[in-house]
């Protein structure tokens, strides 16, 4: 294993930037939880439902266009700026394509909620939900394609900034719309759906403005010669980003599903479960920021043609991972306590919480090295094995053993919600091991082809 300081010094630029884009979007969902809640119960319940629902489709759909990240910095390093040019424009019908797709599915989301068992005010409520939020799809599918070409060419603090300015914005925006000020009327948490729209479209017109007046990206004349639909390109595109949908819907629905399974254990193993969920979803920025600079890094690299620093950048990227998961485990363990005192006052939803976090820590390596390598694999244009890897260590293997752990007591004494995190632990280290073979693998094969 090599280690090069200066590749490690590069992923930490291009990762701290991202981290925090990442964490401010993730501040945006956190804000409408909050300001929701202030409402009534009913609302926050109604903004959960309807958010557990809609986000995995919106972050399965973005998936798709994730690749396009890979690709940009593949043709940045070779430096072909035609080649940028013509794979944005062919991302943008792309973006129409999976608007249109999610705007479709939409609709059957009401029957989903229709077979809840929960109050009508509470149904009504997440269904206006959806309604005003499934109109912020273009604006944030657009917003990623912008994202992904301006952090490809190694642009990752403007995404950060356009994120910031989309935060501030929205709230304001959800006060005026929760309460119906200036003649608006008072849609309590589906004003929240229609504030994430508004905001996401200002976000989208903000990153174009970007890319005209950026003296990196207005040489790529990212609209000259705009080009007709090409069946091949957007089918390449589509290919490239499916694992990656696919195993971001995977993991996504894995975490949403678990509550439901502990439901008849009651309203403690719940919280405890959410507020450790909560916290993880946080702290889970820091490996993915650092999946997404190695994603750009090893797509310069790849661009250039050199194997040699390749190597080098991906061993670095993998002992990076390593100490970023040994920071997020201090961090956890030390301050688990406190962290989990700010949801909730209940002791024995604390004390579950704690528990749980604790083995949150035993995954932060695991986790952060299947997530490394899952950015390497999207540098090298190399997705394929993405999405079968991930359903087979989250679900055939992670979910399939916490389910035996947690109700069963074929192995040892039902455990509750630990048992669904020691399956996870489990499942994320087969992920590791899988996904750091296929990235060995493929460098193997560079290598032959090369000689």
């Excluded at 010094?9 to 501040?27: D, S, Y």
């Excluded at 949403?256 to 889970?284: E, K, M, N, R, Y």
């Excluded at 752990?405 to 004494?413: G, S, W």
Aim: charged letters at 10%.
């Amino acid at each position: 294993m090599m280690f090069s300081a200066w590749e490690a010094k590069r992923l930490i630029q291009l990762a701290t930037p991202v981290f925090f884009a990442q964490v401010t979007l993730v501040l945006m969902s956190v804000v409408d939880t909050m300001m929701a809640g202030q409402v009534s119960a009913e609302d926050l319940a109604a903004l959960s439902i309807a958010v557990g629902i809609w986000n995995p489709i919106l972050f399965g759909l973005q998936g798709i266009l994730l690749a396009l990240t890979g690709v940009v910095a593949h043709c940045h390093g070779a430096g072909d700026d035609s080649g940028i040019r013509h794979y944005f424009q062919q991302s943008i019908y792309l973006v129409l394509i999976l608007s249109a797709l999610g705007l479709s599915i939409a609709p059957f989301t009401e029957l989903v909620i229709a077979r809840l068992d929960t109050a009508p005010t509470i149904v009504e409520k997440s269904l206006g939900y959806i309604w005003f939020v499934k109109w912020g799809m273009l604006g944030f599918l657009t917003f990623t394609i912008y994202r992904n070409v301006t952090e490809g060419v190694g642009l990752t603090k403007p995404a950060f900034y356009i994120s910031l300015l989309g935060l501030l914005l929205n709230i304001p925006v959800n006060y005026i719309f929760i309460h119906g000020l200036f003649g608006m009327p008072a849609l309590g948490s589906a004003g929240c759906g229609l504030a994430t729209s508004l905001v996401f479209a200002f976000m989208a017109i903000l990153q174009h403005t970007y890319s005209q007046r950026s003296s990196v990206l207005s040489k790529l004349k990212l609209f000259d010669n705009f080009q007709k639909p090409q069946p091949k390109e957007l089918s390449y595109l589509f290919k490239l980003g499916l694992p990656i949908c696919l195993a971001t819907f995977f993991e996504v629905t894995l975490f949403a599903c678990i509550p439901l399974f502990i439901a008849d254990l009651g309203p403690i193993a719940v919280s405890g479960h959410q507020i450790a969920a909560s916290v993880s979803t946080v702290l889970f920025m820091m490996p993915l920021s650092l999946s997404m600079a190695i994603a750009i890094r090893v797509g310069n690299l790849s661009g250039q043609g050199h194997l040699s620093s390749l190597r080098t950048a991906i061993s670095t990227a993998f002992m990076l991972a390593c100490m970023v998961a040994a920071i997020v485990a201090t961090f956890t363990f030390t301050l688990r306590d406190v962290v989990a005192s700010f949801y909730s006052s209940n002791e024995q939803v604390l004390i579950l919480a704690s528990s749980i976090l604790v083995l949150a820590c035993i995954y932060q390596l695991p986790d952060a090295l299947q997530v490394a390598a899952n950015g390497a694999l999207r540098g090298l244009k190399f997705t394929k094995p993405i999405s079968l890897i991930t359903f087979l260590s989250y679900w055939v293997i992670g979910f399939t053993l916490g389910f035996v752990l947690a109700k069963t007591n074929y192995i040892v004494p039902a455990m509750g919600p630990q048992g669904f995190w020691i399956g996870i632990i489990v499942g994320l280290s087969v992920a590791a091991i899988l996904l750091i073979t296929a990235v060995r693998n493929r460098l193997a094969t560079l290598t032959a082809n090369i000689h």
